[in-house]
């Protein structure tokens, strides 16, 4: 069974910056696109930041030049480097990867269980 763990989230001071890592465990063929999503308290989960299987990436307007989004594909783990936090970016934060099960399987989408980050003096 695939499973994507989150790690890195906490509370941090507004300008500070933290670490997200994700890492698939199980088995599977393969991953492709990994990405980086987040929902704050009454607001629809958004997009932050995603990576194709060879290393083109894309991000929202809201974190351009703040955030990295990078993988490991040795270690089947995607990282997301936050750095000048502001108390809006205070959300839970979503691992999202699209794996192949199987050599014979389209790949499907799997979510991670999230992990929250606090921007706050």
């Known amino acids: 069974q695939v499973q994507l763990v989150e790690s890195g989230g906490g509370l941090v001071q507004p300008g500070g910056s933290l670490r997200l890592s994700c890492v698939a465990s199980?088995?599977?063929?393969?991953?492709?696109?990994m990405g980086w999503y987040r929902q704050a308290p009454g607001k629809q989960r958004e997009l932050v930041a995603f990576?194709?299987?060879?290393?083109?990436?894309t991000y929202a307007d809201s974190v351009k030049g703040r955030f990295t989004i990078s993988r490991d594909n040795t270690k089947n783990t995607v990282y997301l480097q936050m750095n000048s936090l502001k108390p809006e970016d205070t959300a839970g934060y979503y691992c999202n990867a699209e794996i192949s099960p199987e050599f014979y399987n389209s790949p499907s989408p799997y979510w991670g269980q999230g992990t929250q980050v606090t921007v706050s003096s």
């Open positions: 990576i194709t299987q060879g290393g083109t990436t």
């Open positions: 199980g088995s599977f063929f393969s991953i492709y696109g």
